[in-house]
């Protein structure tokens, strides 16, 4: 195989995404690894995780920031070295700003670098209560849908906003309350999210350049 692409994982918390892109990653034909995981939260789970499967960790707290844009451009200085080729957002409680995104660009597929998962169809909702939403246990949102479509996306500056890469259906049951239907997404998010890193690995997914061709 040639080589295999270098992710970093950004995380917030648990990290049971990232427990699942690692186990896939241990894979001898799965085409990417994950070579550094970043947190803004220091002490959660997720970076025991890492830790455990020998991956290096960098630990930049948001809140020693002012504004977003520093924040990430000292996570972009701290993870330069590791040659990251794609950001793989797994419950990374922050929105990202152009920093980020600009300087994970990747020019030679002409794809955005960031990809994220999100419990929910992104087009239907923004932010950060996917199951809860499908539930209809949101104060704005009361009605019980009968299925929820996680959704792996490319990232851009608005919140949940990019380009739908990947989506999976999930039933809302009678007797589902918030840690059922969690459960069960979470089965599917671990499934997708390794499945929509192997697309982009080896060259499946393509979005355009939206360059402006002027024939003379
Ligand atoms: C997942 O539900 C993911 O879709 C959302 O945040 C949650 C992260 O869970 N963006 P975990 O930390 O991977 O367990």
Redesign the pocket.
């Known amino acids: 195989m040639t080589e295999k692409l270098r992710l970093a994982v950004f995380?917030s918390?648990?990290?049971?995404?990232?427990q699942a892109i690692i186990d896939n990653c241990k894979k001898s034909d799965f085409p990417a690894r994950v070579v550094v995981v970043v947190s803004n939260k220091p002490g959660v789970y997720?970076l025991e995780r890492a830790r455990e499967a020998g991956i290096p960790t960098e630990v930049v707290s948001h809140r020693d920031f002012p504004e977003r844009a520093a924040h990430e451009a000292e996570i972009v200085r701290r993870i330069r070295r590791y040659e990251v080729e794609l950001v793989v957002?797994?419950?990374y409680m922050r929105v990202v700003t152009n920093t980020l995104l600009s300087a994970f660009y990747d020019s030679k597929r002409c794809l955005p670098g960031v990809i994220?998962?999100?419990?929910a169809d992104t087009r239907a909702y923004q932010g950060a209560h996917?199951?809860e939403f499908a539930l209809g246990i949101l104060p704005d949102h009361p009605e019980r849908l009968t299925e929820t479509k996680?959704t792996v996306h490319f990232v851009d500056d608005g919140v949940d906003t990019g380009p739908v890469i990947m989506q999976a259906a999930v039933p809302v049951q009678a007797n589902d309350g918030i840690d059922d239907l969690?459960a069960r997404?979470?089965d599917v998010?671990h499934r997708i999210y390794p499945e929509a890193i192997r697309l982009y690995a080896e060259g499946k997914i393509s979005i355009g350049c939206n360059q402006v061709e002027i024939e003379t």
């Open positions: 995380i918390g648990g990290g049971t995404n990232l997720g957002l797994a419950g994220n998962i999100h419990p996917g199951y996680i969690r997404g979470l998010e």
